[in-house]
């Protein structure tokens, strides 16, 4: 009935509803401080996504895009080798730039490399997905360890070192599901 982003601002409102009339914890005398300490917890998001969605432009005009889809077919036939690239890049790139500017450019690159090594196209975007999860709770613009370090007042750097553990388990399921596309693929195939 709605896209994602609209049922993120249906939920606002709703939560806000239950908040004011069913729980009052909220009075409408409050609500513009809640208004602010929201804004305060987001403008810093605001500042990554920018700077995410500049580098991601500055990129595409250099043409790295296609430089990037020209080296990876070059270096080597063999998928599996092709594979670890493809995801190498991907973590990378979901370290330094927002999901969406992510999937605007890495998609049109890494979906014709995939598909010619024999990646299913569904597959390909689960795993796009999970690197760019992993993306975003890494250092340096890992946009979730923001968000956390802006609510706990807890400072970046030691969040950062707090994830190493469910980094690695991560990596480890990102392997998984990059390896055994069963996995990925059991529930569209059941639907195919």
């Given at each position: 009935m709605c896209s994602p982003t609209e049922s993120a601002v249906i939920s606002v409102f709703y939560g806000l509803f239950v908040c004011i009339c069913i729980y009052k914890s909220i009075s409408l005398r409050n609500l513009g401080n809640v208004?602010?300490?929201g804004a305060k917890t987001y403008v810093n998001i605001l500042f990554v996504i920018a700077a995410a969605t500049s580098f991601a432009r500055c990129l595409t005009m250099l043409r790295y895009p296609q430089s990037i889809s020209q080296y990876v077919l070059a270096v080597s036939d063999n998928k599996i080798v092709i594979l670890l690239i493809m995801n190498l890049i991907m973590l990378v790139c979901g370290m330094i730039i927002d999901n969406i500017p992510n999937i605007m450019i890495l998609t049109p690159i890494l979906v014709p490399i995939a598909t010619a090594v024999g990646v299913d196209?569904?597959?390909f975007g689960i795993i796009m997905t999970c690197n760019l999860a992993?993306?975003?709770v890494t250092p340096p613009m890992g946009i979730n360890l923001f968000v956390a370090s802006g609510m706990t007042k807890?400072?970046?750097l030691k969040l950062?070192?707090?994830t190493v553990p469910?980094?690695?388990a991560f990596i480890i399921s990102l392997l998984v599901i990059v390896?055994?596309?069963q996995i990925s693929m059991f529930l569209p195939g059941l639907a195919g």
């Open positions: 208004f602010m300490s196209p569904i597959h992993v993306g975003m807890i400072p970046m950062a070192k707090a469910f980094l690695i390896f055994v596309p």
